[in-house]
């Protein structure tokens, strides 16, 4: 494997940890109504066979105030398996549905679920810069692996060992940014 692939790999996967992360934040509860709290829920609907789907695949999904999420179905039939969905999910927030939509209020956070949610963030954070620095690690170990073997120039292997450190700060910065920002939405009253 040349160096140039094996920063491509190394680029990749620290790509896809960001991503993840991003995806994870979405479905954190933040006091403000976002369609990414609930979009992921899996709903049984026994008329549509017998595997889950995706709450989005089901419904719209919108946000008309900052503190209501509206899910209106598609399928007029499958409103009660929705209700159902949502209240088994675990997420804390009761459906009240009117027969054609679903309303979602988003009851405010106290203070102390505030910081209970920061520190699951930074733990997700946390968990996706071990990823990055374990990419870094795990590529290094193949350029000098490839070093002892001769195929890479000991030139070659110290530029890329350099370029995989930046990246691992480039993309360690992307998750703090997301970190803070994320942070800061929870904080916000």
Do not use: W
């Amino acid at each position: 494997m040349s160096v140039d692939e094996i920063e491509f790999e190394a680029e990749e996967r620290m790509e896809k940890a960001v991503d993840y992360l991003k995806g994870e934040f979405r479905g954190v509860r933040t006091g403000r109504a976002s369609p990414g709290l609930v979009e992921h829920l899996k709903i049984n609907v026994p008329s549509y066979g017998d595997a889950p789907m995706d709450l989005r695949s089901l419904a719209t999904i919108s946000t008309p105030e900052p503190t209501m999420i509206l899910i209106k179905p598609f399928d007029p039939t499958t409103l009660k398996d929705i209700e159902r969905g949502i209240q088994a999910s675990g997420i804390g927030i009761n459906p009240q549905s009117d027969g054609k939509v679903i309303r979602l209020p988003i009851p405010p956070l106290s203070g102390e679920r505030r910081q209970q949610i920061i520190g699951q963030i930074r733990k997700m954070a946390e968990a996706q810069r071990v990823a990055i620095r374990n990419v870094r690690r795990e590529s290094i170990q193949k350029v000098d692996t490839g070093k002892k073997a001769g195929d890479v120039p000991e030139d070659d292997a110290k530029k890329s060992t350099e370029r995989l450190d930046n990246l691992t700060k480039k993309y360690e910065k992307d998750i703090d940014a997301m970190l803070a920002a994320k942070t800061k939405e929870v904080e916000q009253v």
